[in-house]
């Protein structure tokens, strides 16, 4: 299974209702994310730029898409970025293949 960081704004108005019923939102985000199929590895929080940050591994795109437009749908947040992540391993091999293939630039 691939690893994503999935960075979220999170809306006034669920600051809103924290505020008014503070609770840690681990357990709830998780099972979301285990009834699609995938695994929430780590959730943080920064206050100060309202936002958080979910490791999450996936076995596909799909289920991360599954759960964000849930996310987006019931107002939580207000824009939300999903990027792959790889290990240092992954990326030399990626390099490796990159330095094989024959590209040239555009006027060269």
């Keep these: 299974m691939a690893k994503y960081l999935i960075e979220e704004t999170v809306t006034s ?3 809103a209702g924290i505020l008014k019923n ?7 985000v998780r099972r979301i994310f285990d009834s699609a199929g995938c695994k929430l590895e780590h959730f943080y929080a920064s206050l100060i730029e309202n ?12 289920s991360i898409y599954a759960v964000t437009a849930n996310f987006l749908a019931a ?9 792959p992540l790889i290990t240092t ?8 293949k990159a330095a094989s293939l ?7």
């Design 13 to 15: 108005q669920v600051m």
């Design 51 to 62: 936002k958080t940050y979910l490791i999450v591994e996936s076995p596909d795109l799909k």
């Design 22 to 28: 503070p609770e840690d939102r681990m357990e709830p």
């Design 89 to 96: 391993f992954e990326a030399a091999d990626i390099f490796k």
């Design 75 to 83: 107002g939580a947040a207000s824009s939300i970025k999903c990027s």
């Design 102 to 108: 024959p590209y040239r630039p555009p006027g060269k």
